[in-house]
């Protein structure tokens, strides 16, 4: 079974700092990896995804993510944070199982604080 | 396009009490999912369903129940709600992903409170 591992709880950055969010995955064949975000009182909402080819891919709101498949791991950067990106930020592998059921397992999530 | 809508936004119960929640997508989705969200716990997949007239258990499926009449509705259940249960609960939706993976399209979630 797929995991998601995301090892920050809570982040607190200075308003224009860069970003960094960690995700490891486990899954043994290729994972469909994914950060969404949501904000307070709100729903999800996809940043990006990675299905297969160029490892770095770009994302809405200036965010980017670049896959390791040696270190398991998907991390989501942003070069300069605004205050509205305080939220709670979710990695997701996405895989199909035996039954051909395809199902979205989700890190327990970060929480990124904005200090303007 | 509505996307993924979710009635009720809001519900209090007493223990004991029942109640439906309605998730409904207009984008001929064929898959379906249930999942509530507790604090450090990220979401948690309760139910799915991959087509009209299937359902099938998540994670944390017991208390609940599904049913999937509809291709465009996919409704919870609580037969009898304990304090436990009290959480945000989030509905999504996906194309057939049997031709490929997907995105999963979030609704806005129910807020359920169970005294």
């Known amino acids: 079974a797929q995991s998601v591992t995301q090892p920050d709880i809570h982040i607190t950055v200075s308003e224009g700092a860069s970003l960094e969010l960690r995700c490891n995955y486990s899954?043994?064949?290729?994972?469909?990896l994914f950060w969404y975000v949501q904000s307070p009182g709100q729903g999800l909402q996809l940043l990006l995804k990675?299905?297969?080819?160029?490892?770095l891919v770009q994302g809405i709101k200036g965010f980017e993510a670049e896959f390791k498949r040696s270190q398991s791991s998907f991390n989501l950067r942003k070069p300069s944070v605004h205050w509205s990106d305080a939220a709670e930020y979710f990695c997701?592998?996405?895989?199909?199982?035996?039954?051909?059921?395809?199902?979205?397992?989700f890190g327990k999530g970060t929480k990124l604080s904005v200090i303007p | 396009n509505a996307g993924v809508t979710q009635t009720p936004k809001f519900r209090v119960l007493k223990t004991g009490q029942s109640m439906t929640l309605l998730c409904a997508q207009d984008?001929?989705?064929?898959?379906m999912y249930w999942y509530r969200q507790d604090p450090g716990m990220g979401l948690r997949l309760i139910h799915y369903?991959?087509?009209?007239?299937?359902?099938a258990k998540g994670e944390v499926p017991d208390g609940y129940n599904v049913s999937r009449l509809k291709k465009q509705n996919f409704l919870l259940g609580l037969e009898s709600a304990a304090p436990s249960q009290t959480s945000v609960y989030f509905c999504?939706?996906?194309?057939?992903?049997?031709?490929?993976?997907?995105?999963?399209?979030f609704g806005p979630g129910t807020r359920l409170t169970v005294t």
């Open positions: 999504a939706s996906t194309p057939d992903s049997l031709r490929g993976p997907y995105e999963q399209y």
């Open positions: 899954y043994g064949a290729t994972p469909y």
């Open positions: 990675y299905f297969s080819g160029d490892t």
């Open positions: 997701a592998v996405g895989a199909y199982s035996g039954a051909g059921s395809y199902q979205l397992t």
């Open positions: 984008m001929n989705h064929e898959y």
């Open positions: 369903s991959v087509g009209e007239g299937t359902t």
